[in-house]
């Protein structure tokens, strides 16, 4: 079961931090940690994370409502924006506007650490905490289906993954749902990805309460 850590990404590891939610792959040593904050009135998701040399991080994917900036604090980024291919390397920045398919990788020799911010957060660290979740609880390269096309069904209109075109897709996830219903996959609180359990990243330490009057509204 994944539950919320207080650890901070290093070079070597991780080492306690409080107020973050910490997420990490088992497959491809990826560790992300998470917390929601406000800036000029909006919700945002601070974001700092690390992946190993060589290895893939999230499929192509898009996120509908949300822009992604970060920063490469070490190592060499890969990524596709939208087609494009784009190699960013320490001190370099990457936007990833809404609504733009992308995906980034490690090809370097060194671990790639990097720190970003999302505006305005809609869902993202509900769905990564899911997301993470789910990957974790099966083999490498092959999550468990009817988990993945739960998360994906229920954040369809915020986010998406684009393993099979969004078409298709509309057809085929409430499908493999409902028969994940039937077979009993969703029953109680203990399955992969469950929302009981897989839930938003906590606010930054010292937001004003004009600040969480924001985050209630959003």
Same mark, same amino acid.
């Given at each position: ?17 409080p ?12 560790? @992300? ?50 087609g ?11 936007? @990833? ?21 999302t ?15 789910? @990957?974790?609880? &099966? ?39 409902f028969? &994940? ?38």
């Amino acid at each position: 079961m994944m539950t919320t850590t207080t650890e901070t990404v290093t070079a070597g590891g991780t080492r306690p931090a409080p107020g973050w939610l910490t997420l990490s792959n088992r497959h491809t040593g990826e560790v @992300l940690r998470m917390r929601r904050t406000v800036q000029d009135g909006e919700l945002c998701l601070e974001l700092e994370g690390s992946l190993p040399a060589h290895k893939n991080g999230p499929p192509l994917h898009i996120h509908y409502r949300e822009h992604e900036e970060g920063r490469v604090t070490s190592g060499t980024l890969s990524a596709e924006v939208d087609g494009r291919r784009l190699q960013i390397e320490a001190g370099g920045v990457a936007s @990833l506007p809404a609504g733009l398919p992308h995906r980034w990788w490690n090809d370097g020799d060194q671990p790639l650490m990097f720190g970003g911010i999302t505006r305005p957060l809609i869902d993202l660290d509900i769905y990564l905490h899911a997301a993470f979740e789910i @990957l974790n609880s &099966g083999p490498a390269n092959r999550p468990p289906l009817f988990y993945m096309a739960h998360l994906a069904w229920r954040h369809r209109k915020t986010q998406a993954v684009l393993f099979a075109p969004l078409r298709l897709q509309a057809v085929l996830l409430p499908a493999i749902v409902f028969v &994940g219903t039937i077979f009993g996959r969703y029953r109680g609180t203990d399955w992969p990805g469950c929302p009981v359990r897989c839930v938003a990243a906590p606010l930054a330490v010292g937001v004003t309460a004009v600040s969480q009057t924001a985050v209630g509204a959003a």
